[in-house]
């Protein structure tokens, strides 16, 4: 298994969580990070919740291998064309790196998992910006 997660680099990788960077981070567009860890063990529900704090609620989600493949790809790519700019955050226990795409409001976390989560294959509907949307299965059409 492995975590990703994107946020904006001085609140999220760095840990700077104070009220300037707080609403630099949502009020114009910052440096982004992405962060990645492998999680050691077998997939499942007992794996995630040992290796994550904080877990409200955990979901699973069915999607094809080969979009889990591309997604990944996609994201190690990213990853490891940045790795110049690594840092280890242990609040989070994870590695971040720079992220080509600008961190705020109009593309902050929840929004990209809701993106990474339709590339997957799923349906996301409703307001993205506060994570507050649903998912659907895909009709055929």
């Known amino acids: 298994m492995v975590r990703y997660a994107y946020g904006d680099w001085e609140y999220f990788a760095r840990a700077k ?4 960077e707080a609403s630099a981070a949502v009020l114009w567009p910052t440096r982004a990070a992405l962060g990645r860890r492998s999680l050691p063990g077998l ?6 919740r040992r290796h994550l704090f904080g877990i409200e609620r955990l979901y ?4 094809e291998s080969r979009r889990i493949e591309r997604l990944r ?4 790519s990213i990853y490891e ?8 955050n242990s609040t989070y226990d994870l590695e971040f790196v720079h992220h080509p795409r ?5 593309h902050n976390s929840n929004l990209v998992v809701a993106a990474w989560l339709e590339e ?3 349906r996301v509907s409703g307001p993205g910006i506060l994570s507050n949307w649903r998912l659907e ?4 059409r």
């Open 17 to 20: 969580t104070g009220p300037g």
């Open 43 to 48: 997939p499942g529900e007992s794996g995630v």
């Open 60 to 63: 699973r989600v069915v999607v």
């Open 73 to 76: 790809a996609r994201l190690d």
């Open 81 to 88: 064309s940045n790795i110049e700019t690594l840092i280890y």
């Open 102 to 106: 600008s961190y705020w409001v109009l």
């Open 120 to 122: 997957l294959g799923c």
């Open 137 to 140: 299965p895909r009709r055929n």
